[in-house]
């Protein structure tokens, strides 16, 4: 019997879960059902593709004709599926009902907007999809000043976009500062700053009250202040797209995902539901900084989360462990990243943190380009096990930010982490001692 | 009572160790000899300052005055010290003898230079300190061809430096590949390749047998034939300078070096010379990749153990541990980089390595400016423990070999470096799944 796998969703965790199925069986039928035109793309580039850094075509790498020739599987785009029943093992598109034996839910978020007066007015844009990109670029040719609401990192790369392509910015944030609860403000302030440099305005602590205007957008009234603008562009956060999992009575989590078991199962009333899987954006996962779940709204989580998924669907027994969640932004001439609980969050959590610092050159500190670097890593004043980490550089944040995002997920501690730390030296490429690990000894030296 | 610290030492190893014992103790006398002119500089700068990129005057970025002033550290340049009497705990530097409380050994390495005929002909040049670098500089004006000595990292980045000048650059290896021992040949060929593009010759499995000319360098015989030139830089390795350990009776471990404690106190006859410390160059350290000794002659490595011998001749606690050895060396336009051990060297060992490899991209493939990635990974047949990684990329390969070292040194297995790996994403800076990972992975599966 050839084994019938149906994937609802084409981003990240959808394509991944279907290539990722197709390397466990050979023989089985999959099926990934879009709303979606395009497919596998990532949706971080849409900045630099408004700006111009990138051309949209190139994004698109494959199409669903690549993945018929190439791994025999059906990606059936703009096709919605409507519903899922789980006992008949059946979804319905369209009134068109197709059986599978393994479901993989990978529907992936919806841009929260916030539910405010005007939001549906024209000129009015959310950041998720390459239509969504392109209709922002195309509007913005028009407009002169546009209003950003949400200083995290999608906002602020688009406002930097924006502003590349001679617009008039204004970012508007309700709390008070940019990058807020993945970024603490000691280390968030100096981007902020940069972008006010370049002559970005902000406007923080100020919830975002209403979209004016007739039909189209003339301005946004946020913190009681209006703030006229062309265009509005909404980057207030992404939550789980749980239609299907409500309909089908899947246990939803607090932070608002869908609860699943380490082979990325959902559950049913605190049971596991049989040849379901979810991944990407729409599930839950265990953190692996602190005991407690966490959102790993990221696409490289999502491209782990598919292979999982896929490959158990395909019937492997493969499992997805607590994560750390590594993100970095390109905000201009600056790289931003962190890795686990900022210290913000992990106060709120309870968790007493303990913070080691350093600043120093992405290069030796004589050679022509070094770039500055911050370093900052928090560790739990009791257990001294590493919960997170932040970075500003110039250049080279990926590479050193995953380094400590292993070290957050193997549940080293700070002593650990130095005992365990050395760094390549090459002028033209680090520091003799590298700030990772100065930062490293001023927390273990904070921990004393 | 002050202690009285005697340093014999002022590269990177014996500069830190002399810090490190400020910090430890306010209070204590400390006094650095050094035969150099220069301190605290890292020769790894050299081929940089040779080309030009960099000026000789900031390579240097601090004198004796600033360790007085600063730290209250003084430091005799051009200071040879003629011999160590442990048990007077004295040493004696042209006939003057000064106490010690406690010493630190930090006396570097030695460029080996190949017991041959003509090897100290004028033009004739070794690659270790600013002088040398300076004099190479200023002879390489007046020559069209140059030879260099060994396919080390610092033989290539030297070739490199010469043919950016316009010289006529070969390179002359015993080995069969470039950068032998500590690059596997399908990571080193394609560095080979590329400066065999930029027109630098290269001479493998050739011996060299002498150095022909009068007074001046005419020529070098290698593997039976000659090649002319104007001036030669043998970059055939560092052996650990081992003149006082020699004098002093000091333990020499099978590698060359002297074989110290995790204190990183040397011994005598199996015992532990009391208030002697050793640090940098000329010590044998122990693999975190295997039971054994190596030697991690890198200045990042003389920064770490000259911290430890520091604080513990200040009267400090502090212990160096198994080391992987992260390297990086910026050939051209490509980091090469490696940790741990080599597929050569582990099965040299005994080990029976099993290697993964991916290659992809250090940004997303169609960001501007993407560069290629190629990353290596090693882990033993029966432990499935991480031996040894390598990496050859555009950009980017510092933090990445960072990572994987940090895994060698905590005795991750593939597997557990698989689940505690995540990376983090921004078109602009990597892969939605970084090389890194995909390299984890296919080493996974060939070790199933």
Same mark, same amino acid.
């Given at each position: 019997?050839?084994?019938?796998?149906?994937?609802?969703?084409?981003?990240?965790?959808? %394509?991944?879960?279907?290539?990722?199925?197709?390397?466990?069986?050979?023989?089985?039928?999959?099926?990934?059902?879009?709303?979606?035109?395009?497919?596998?793309?990532?949706?971080?580039?849409?900045?630099? $593709?408004?700006?111009? $850094?990138? $051309?949209?075509?190139?994004?698109?790498?494959?199409?669903?004709?690549?993945?018929?020739?190439?791994?025999?599987?059906?990606?059936?785009?703009?096709?919605?599926?409507?519903?899922?029943?789980?006992?008949?093992?059946?979804?319905?598109?369209?009134?068109?009902?197709?059986?599978?034996?393994?479901?993989?839910?990978?529907?992936?978020?919806?841009?929260?907007?916030?539910?405010?007066?005007?939001?549906?007015?024209?000129?009015?844009?959310?950041?998720?999809?390459?239509?969504?990109?392109?209709?922002?670029?195309?509007?913005?040719?028009?407009?002169?000043?546009?209003?950003?609401?949400? +200083?995290?990192?999608?906002?602020?790369?688009?406002?930097? $976009?924006?502003?590349?392509?001679?617009?008039?910015?204004?970012?508007?944030?309700?709390?008070?500062?940019?990058?807020?609860?993945?970024?603490?403000?000691?280390?968030?302030?100096?981007?902020? +700053?940069?972008?006010?440099?370049?002559?970005?305005?902000? @406007?923080?602590?100020? !919830?975002?009250?209403?979209?004016?205007?007739?039909?189209?957008?003339?301005?946004?009234?946020?913190?009681?202040?209006?703030?006229?603008?062309?265009?509005?562009?909404?980057?207030?956060? @992404?939550?789980?797209?749980?239609?299907?999992?409500?309909?089908?009575?899947?246990?939803?989590?607090?932070?608002?995902?869908?609860?699943?078991?380490?082979?990325?199962? !959902?559950?049913?009333?605190?049971?596991?539901?049989?040849?379901?899987?979810?991944?990407?954006?729409?599930?839950?996962?265990?953190?692996?900084?602190?005991?407690?779940?966490?959102?790993?709204?990221?696409?490289?989580?999502?491209?782990?989360?598919?292979?999982?998924?896929?490959?158990?669907?395909?019937?492997?027994?493969?499992?997805?462990?607590?994560?750390?969640?590594?993100?970095?932004? @390109?905000?201009?001439?600056?790289?931003?990243?962190?890795?686990?609980?900022?210290?913000?969050?992990?106060?709120?959590?309870?968790?007493?943190?303990?913070?080691?610092?350093?600043?120093?050159?992405?290069?030796?500190?004589?050679? !022509?380009?070094?770039?500055?670097?911050?370093?900052?890593?928090?560790?739990?004043?009791?257990?001294?096990? %590493?919960?997170?980490?932040?970075?500003?550089?110039?250049?080279?944040?990926?590479?050193?930010?995953?380094?400590?995002?292993?070290?957050?997920?193997?549940?080293?501690?700070?002593?650990?982490?130095?005992?365990?730390?050395?760094?390549?030296?090459?002028?033209?490429?680090?520091?003799?001692?590298?700030?990772?690990?100065?930062?490293?000894?001023?927390?273990?030296?904070?921990?004393?």
């Amino acid at each position: 019997m050839v084994r019938e796998i149906i994937i609802i969703g084409s981003g990240a965790a959808g %394509i991944t879960a279907a290539s990722s199925a197709r390397r466990a069986d050979p023989d089985a039928r999959i099926t990934v059902f879009t709303e979606d035109t395009d497919i596998a793309y990532s949706p971080c580039v849409i900045p630099w $593709a408004v700006e111009g $850094a990138v $051309a949209w075509d190139s994004v698109v790498m494959r199409n669903p004709e690549h993945y018929a020739r190439e791994k025999r599987i059906e990606v059936l785009t703009q096709k919605r599926v409507d519903s899922v029943d789980d006992s008949a093992r059946t979804v319905d598109s369209a009134g068109r009902i197709y059986d599978y034996d393994a479901l993989v839910l990978a529907t992936g978020g919806k841009v929260f907007v916030p539910p405010i007066k005007g939001a549906d007015k024209e000129g009015v844009f959310t950041v998720r999809t390459l239509q969504d990109g392109r209709a922002i670029q195309s509007y913005a040719e028009g407009v002169g000043s546009i209003v950003v609401c949400g +200083a995290g990192t999608i906002g602020l790369e688009m406002a930097m $976009a924006l502003s590349r392509l001679g617009k008039d910015v204004t970012v508007i944030e309700m709390m008070d500062q940019v990058i807020p609860r993945i970024a603490d403000k000691d280390m968030a302030d100096p981007i902020q +700053a940069y972008l006010e440099d370049r002559g970005i305005r902000f @406007v923080l602590n100020a !919830p975002v009250q209403s979209v004016n205007g007739d039909e189209r957008v003339c301005g946004v009234t946020a913190g009681g202040m209006e703030y006229p603008c062309g265009m509005v562009i909404f980057a207030t956060g @992404v939550r789980a797209n749980i239609d299907i999992p409500r309909q089908l009575g899947l246990d939803i989590g607090q932070l608002g995902g869908v609860i699943v078991s380490p082979s990325l199962q !959902p559950y049913k009333r605190g049971r596991i539901v049989p040849d379901m899987y979810a991944a990407g954006d729409m599930i839950q996962c265990m953190s692996a900084a602190m005991p407690g779940p966490t959102m790993s709204q990221l696409g490289s989580s999502a491209v782990r989360q598919g292979a999982v998924a896929g490959k158990n669907a395909a019937g492997g027994r493969a499992m997805y462990g607590p994560v750390a969640s590594p993100w970095v932004s @390109v905000i201009g001439d600056w790289e931003v990243a962190g890795a686990g609980l900022s210290q913000g969050l992990a106060s709120w959590y309870g968790a007493d943190p303990v913070c080691g610092k350093a600043e120093g050159f992405t290069r030796a500190r004589y050679y !022509p380009g070094a770039k500055r670097m911050t370093v900052k890593v928090l560790a739990g004043k009791a257990t001294h096990r %590493i919960m997170g980490a932040q970075m500003i550089a110039g250049e080279g944040a990926t590479g050193r930010i995953d380094w400590l995002a292993s070290a957050i997920m193997s549940g080293m501690t700070a002593e650990d982490l130095l005992v365990h730390a050395e760094n390549a030296y090459c002028p033209p490429t680090s520091m003799v001692k590298d700030v990772v690990i100065s930062a490293v000894e001023d927390l273990c030296g904070k921990l004393k």
